[in-house]
C-alpha cells in the first residue's frame, strides 16, 4: 500500500468537496477549484475525512494512488490557506509595477514586458527589497506562473541581472580577467 495514499485527508469545516468518478470539486473559502483525474481511482468522502482507493496492485494503479491523494490534499491546502511563490528582480533599472490585472516588468529592454495574471491570481509587489510575490489557491497554476515570469529574464551567472526565485541561489562565474 502506498504511504502517501493510504493517508487519509482531514477537510475543514468551510470546505465542501464533491467527488464524481474522474473528477473531484473543492470549494473554499479562497476559491474553487477542480481537478481530473484518473476514473479507477475511488474518492470516499465520509465523515469530514477523504479516503482515496486503488482498484489494484498494479504499477500504474500504485502510481496514481499517491499522485491522486497528493493533488486532492494540496487543493484542499489551497482553498483554505493558499500558495504563493517569490520572485526578487535583481538588475540596475529592473522593477515591477501593477496596474489591475497585469505586471508591468522593466528588465532591460527597449519597452516594458507586460504580464497579464490570469483569474484566480493575485500579486505583491515589494519595491524596497525588488520582490514579486504570486499568490492564488492553485498550486499547479502559481508554480506555472512564477516559471513563466522568471523566463522573462533568467539570471545571467555573471552578475546575477535578472529574476529569480526567492529560495533559489545562483552559481555565479568568475568571468575574465586582464592579462598582466
Do not use: C, W
Not at 468537496?17 to 474553487?32: I, R
Amino acid at each position: 500500500m502506498s504511504r502517501i495514499g493510504r493517508m487519509t485527508i482531514k477537510v475543514p469545516d468551510k470546505v465542501k468537496v464533491t467527488a464524481q468518478p474522474g473528477l473531484v470539486n473543492v470549494e473554499g473559502p479562497k476559491g474553487k477549484i477542480s481537478q481530473k483525474l484518473d476514473a479507477s481511482i475511488k474518492i470516499v468522502i465520509e465523515k469530514g475525512e477523504i479516503h482515496v482507493q486503488r482498484p489494484d496492485d498494479t504499477t500504474k494503479s500504485k502510481s496514481l494512488h499517491g499522485l491522486s491523494r497528493t493533488l486532492i490534499n494540496n487543493m484542499v491546502l489551497g482553498v483554505t490557506t493558499g500558495f504563493e511563490r517569490s520572485l526578487e528582480i535583481t538588475g540596475v533599472g529592473y522593477k515591477a509595477e501593477l496596474k489591475g490585472k497585469e505586471i508591468h516588468l522593466a528588465l532591460g529592454f527597449s519597452h516594458p514586458v507586460v504580464y497579464p495574471l490570469p483569474e484566480g491570481v493575485t500579486a505583491e509587489y515589494d519595491a524596497k527589497a525588488n520582490k514579486l510575490t504570486v499568490k492564488g489557491a492553485d498550486k499547479h497554476k502559481i508554480g506555472l506562473i512564477a516559471a513563466e515570469i522568471r523566463k522573462l529574464r533568467p539570471p545571467e551567472p555573471y552578475k546575477g541581472k535578472g529574476i529569480k526565485y526567492a529560495e533559489e541561489t545562483i552559481r555565479r562565474k568568475q568571468g575574465k580577467t586582464g592579462a598582466a
